[in-house]
């Protein structure tokens, strides 16, 4: 059902998260109306707080019961931004009520979430998006490009990220990372897995330039510039090479 000609848009994410900039968009859409922010019931993130201190910035009720926002007739579309460890469940129960959902990077953290996410998708009539630079000009541009042929045979393709993240060079001395196979933990408020995080946008931005599937990875991570991502053990920087079919 569509309130007043809109779309009613439901917030599933707190402060600290990117759902501030989401909601600012939706906001100001013609076609879309903020609806409610809603949290999972039990606060199994433990953030109810900061749930509700982004319905009171943006004046809108806070609902701590995802299952009760999802009956509500009035959501057409959910913007999904929970902490990295709950987006498999809560995408999966948004789009079982049969709800749009614009999904933030990156999607999950396990194979078996992101398996989760895929299949829901496909089961209802709904649509699904994730966020990310593929739509940006300069992306559409070289795909045009490397479509029309007008640079040749594609041979390989580059992609960087570079953030500016703060006072580089705080790294203790010495510190040697290693990456681990299975990662306990991804949500944290004073550091991000930056290759995980970041590295969405060059694999995306691959995809969406060549269509073709990776037939071998290697990739490397580490820790180069900065305390806080030592201290937590995650990643400030990161490597990957693909080989992809043909």
């Avoid at 995650?234 to 992809?244: I, K």
Wanted: aromatic content about 6%; overall charge negative; glycine content about 10%.
């Amino acid at each position: 059902t569509m309130s007043l000609s809109k779309y009613g848009v439901l917030l599933v994410g707190a402060k600290r998260t990117h759902q501030p900039s989401h909601a600012e968009v939706f906001r100001a859409h013609p076609l879309c109306h903020l609806v409610a922010v809603a949290s999972e019931k039990g606060d199994p993130e433990g953030r109810a707080e900061l749930y509700k201190e982004l319905a009171d910035d943006l004046g809108l009720p806070y609902i701590p019961d995802l299952d009760e926002a999802l009956a509500r007739d009035d959501v057409d579309i959910v913007s999904s931004t929970p902490m990295v460890e709950r987006r498999g469940v809560g995408a999966e129960k948004c789009l079982d009520a049969g709800k749009h959902v614009y999904l933030d990077k990156p999607l999950a953290g396990t194979v078996k979430d992101l398996d989760t996410i895929v299949a829901a998708t496909e089961r209802n009539d709904v649509r699904a998006q994730m966020f990310t630079l593929n739509l940006s000009g300069w992306v559409q541009e070289a795909r045009r490009a490397v479509a029309e042929g007008r640079i040749g045979e594609l041979k390989a393709i580059h992609a960087e990220n570079v953030f500016s993240k703060g006072r580089a060079g705080s790294v203790p001395k010495g510190t040697v990372r290693r990456e681990s196979e299975a990662t306990g933990r991804f949500t944290h408020l004073e550091a991000k897995r930056e290759m995980f995080d970041v590295g969405i946008y060059g694999l995306g931005f691959i995809h969406a330039v060549t269509g073709l599937k990776a037939e071998s990875v290697y990739a490397h991570t580490g820790n180069y510039f900065f305390a806080d991502h030592a201290a937590v053990d995650v990643e400030d920087f990161g490597a990957m090479a693909l080989r992809l079919e043909g």
